[in-house]
């Protein structure tokens, strides 16, 4: 008898994180084939690109890995990462499925304008080379902030399982001195 097969607990928030990526993607490479304009392709898939950076990091990383991040300049002019998760139970019940497709699309996508890069550079396409550096910096953004924010929830469980065992640990010695 084999397991039940877990399904996506969110589908419309897991479309809509793929089709974004895909869109601005597909858009850019095809985009020579319909296209001569290269203000049409670079308005388009930059646009394409920074609504996809814009779900990821406001609606599909809440939904699909429970976290959420943003970047502040302080008031002394520096800049300063803040970071938000569920709770850890909460994080501990995320969809495995959501969580997988949320991460490899996320990498995917940085890969493949990388090497849409790589191409646009070997055919010495400095105008193309502009474009994906945009989106590339974009999907990396959202990477790195992820990263950090996922780094930051685990931090914050090992400092409560911490806390935890020094009070328990604290209250039962308290409770052996008052015995005695």
């Given at each position: ?27 850019y ?37 429970g ?33 997988w ?66 009070s328990?640990?604290?209250?039962t ?8």
């Open positions: 008898m084999q397991a039940p097969v877990e399904n996506y607990a969110n589908p419309k928030t897991c479309l809509f994180h793929v089709l974004f990526k895909g869109a601005a993607l597909a858009f490479i095809l985009s020579a084939l319909f296209f001569n304009s290269f203000v049409i392709i670079f308005v388009v898939t930059v646009l394409l690109a920074a609504l996809d950076f814009w779900v990821v990091k406001n609606v599909s990383g809440r939904i699909l890995v976290l959420r991040w943003w970047n502040e300049i302080n008031d002394l002019g520096e800049s300063v990462w803040k970071f938000e998760s569920l709770d850890q139970e909460s994080l501990a019940r995320m969809n495995k499925k959501d969580s497709l949320f991460w490899w699309t996320l990498y995917l996508a940085a890969a493949a304008w990388f090497i849409l890069g790589v191409f646009s550079l070997i055919r010495f396409q400095a105008d193309y080379l502009l474009v994906v550096g945009v989106c590339l910096s974009l999907n990396v953004a959202n990477i790195i902030g992820f990263t950090k924010c996922k780094k930051d929830a685990k931090k914050q469980l090992q400092q409560f399982a911490s806390q935890t065992i020094a328990r640990f604290q209250s010695v308290q409770s052996a001195f008052t015995l005695v």
